[in-house]
């Protein structure tokens, strides 16, 4: 591997050691890229067995810490990543040895890649899987560590790049083997709520943010800020679902710091409402 690699391919890993020694040699297979290797606290010696039986990967550990942030792990490995571009995959999916070539086929200079969208929600899919230039993460400020369980991390990180204009592309089909077979109990064992509440508290949360993102014109949003976002969130999902109710409504207000001259002494208030209703 050359000192600066043009790619760092970078997997997560919490308990699936089982599906890592599948598809790590595929990964390791591909030319002018790095691997690293994040160990979200396994409990089945991944480090130590990345270590012993593929000593080429890098291995990024994260200590102490319980259940599973896919956006911080996947944040702690782009941080140690040496290369222009990040390819993210997960654990359970095996790439083709052709991966990198269909990439270089693919990306240009201004987009990032992902596999194409499916008609159906597949339990077993390559989804997570993302080809991002360094510059374009760090701009939009990589995974956001506030969504958690299944809280569409990626989808949300899409939707920042769209906002920052960086095109999407996607993958060729060719570039992937298949999806390790495991079912919906092994893939949620480390999150602490269902996939289908996960998924409705991130959507949600995605639209909120997506609404401040474009009025405030960054995407730098405190963490703390955000982080009381998501629970105010959580906690109306939450008494829709003890109420038995069928919809929920979430406002969120803008004032509007940039008021200069013959404005001075008007106040002036955005507000955004977010409603989801049941069909």
Request: overall charge negative.
């Amino acid at each position: 591997m050359a000192d600066s690699p043009r790619y760092s391919i970078i997997t997560t890993c919490k308990g699936r050691w089982h599906h890592l020694s599948e598809s790590l040699p595929q990964l390791l297979a591909q030319p002018d890229s790095e691997v690293i290797v994040v160990d979200y606290a396994c409990p089945d010696r991944t480090a130590e067995r990345v270590a012993e039986s593929h000593p080429a990967a890098r291995v990024v550990r994260v200590r102490g810490v319980e259940g599973f942030n896919a956006s911080r792990a996947r944040n702690c490995g782009a941080t140690e990543a040496l290369g222009e571009t990040l390819i993210f995959v997960d654990a359970d999916v095996i790439i083709s040895d052709r991966f990198v070539a269909l990439v270089d086929a693919t990306l240009g200079e201004g987009a990032y890649a992902k596999p194409h969208e499916p008609e159906v929600v597949l339990d077993n899919s390559y989804q997570g899987t993302c080809v991002v230039h360094r510059r374009h993460f760090d701009l939009v400020g990589g995974y956001d560590e506030v969504l958690t369980n299944y809280g569409g991390e990626d989808l949300e990180l899409y939707e920042r790049l769209a906002v920052a204009r960086v095109e999407s592309v996607f993958l060729d089909p060719a570039a992937f083997v298949r999806v390790i077979d495991h079912d919906h109990q092994d893939r949620g064992r480390y999150f602490d709520m269902s996939a289908e509440r996960g998924f409705l508290i991130g959507k949600v949360y995605r639209v909120a943010k997506d609404a401040m993102v474009r009025l405030n014109g960054q995407f730098d949003i405190d963490p703390d800020l955000r982080q009381q976002l998501y629970d105010e969130v959580a906690r109306l999902v939450g008494n829709m679902e003890r109420m038995e109710r069928k919809e929920l409504s979430l406002e969120i207000k803008f004032p509007d710091d940039k008021t200069r001259g013959l404005h001075e002494t008007w106040e002036f208030l955005r507000t955004v409402t977010v409603q989801v209703k049941l069909r």
